[in-house]
């Protein structure tokens, strides 16, 4: 898959598997749905609990800027490994100027039972969620590790659906670092090899100097 499609299925992967329990719910739990919105979805045609992925914007992070051409430290989506991957100063691979970007998502999780969205939440501090603190993205199409900021939330509302049923909701707000390789990648960088050649300026004449010498 291209950019973007990679870090939004990774992200919804991340969401996904999370089980919440009540009286009736059994010893399996009720599992809740992760997807994206669409136009046409309609939350009284949904089944809960739920977890609805917006996306809210894609910017350029200044402080990752790089310029010329830059050793990727993993392999990119199409290209194979090296032998000794874990090592990544022995990547064969390098692009010229990446841009480096931030994936903003805006992440809405429904329950009908807010004992649900205590239980979501506590489940979404883990480490392996959405940590508050050193949370990450894996990307099984290139074999990256990204960072995942949790930038707000969780925010909690209560709202009625177009039934007038009630429903219980908890607000994220993430960021996903990531890439986009507007160049080819290479497999060697470019080699910029200078001559410096010794050359006496033209104003430079040795014949006055040895004439004044004659004399």
């Known amino acids: 898959m291209p950019f973007l499609r990679n870090e939004d299925a990774a992200l919804k992967q991340k969401l996904t598997g999370l089980v919440v329990h009540d009286a009736t719910s059994g010893t399996g ?4 749905a ?6 046409e979805y309609e939350l009284a045609d949904a089944t809960y609990p739920l977890a609805i992925i917006e996306h809210t914007r894609v910017a350029r992070d200044p402080e990752r800027e790089m310029r010329g051409h830059i050793k990727v430290g993993y392999s990119p989506e199409g290209y194979p490994a090296w032998v000794d991957y ?3 100063a022995a990547s064969p691979y390098y692009s010229e100027s990446p841009i480096p970007l931030n ?3 805006e992440v809405n999780f429904y329950t009908r039972k807010s004992q649900h969205l205590i239980e979501l939440t506590a489940a979404l501090m883990g480490f392996d969620r959405l940590s508050e603190r050193f949370g990450y993205l894996e990307i099984p199409q290139d074999s990256t590790v990204r960072r995942l900021d949790v930038l707000g939330g969780p925010d909690f509302s209560e709202s009625q659906d177009e039934l007038g049923k009630r429903l219980f909701a908890a607000t994220y707000v ?6 986009y390789f507007w160049d080819d990648i290479l497999t060697a960088p470019y080699t910029v090899r200078e001559v410096f050649v010794d050359v006496l300026p033209p104003f430079y004449d040795q014949r006055p100097m040895q004439a004044q010498e004659t004399l």
Do not use: K, Q, T, W
């Open 86 to 88: 874990a090592d990544r």
């Open 29 to 32: 739990g009720r599992r809740v």
């Open 103 to 105: 994936i903003d998502y």
């Open 174 to 179: 993430l960021r996903i670092s990531s890439e």
């Open 34 to 39: 992760a997807r994206f919105r669409s136009p």
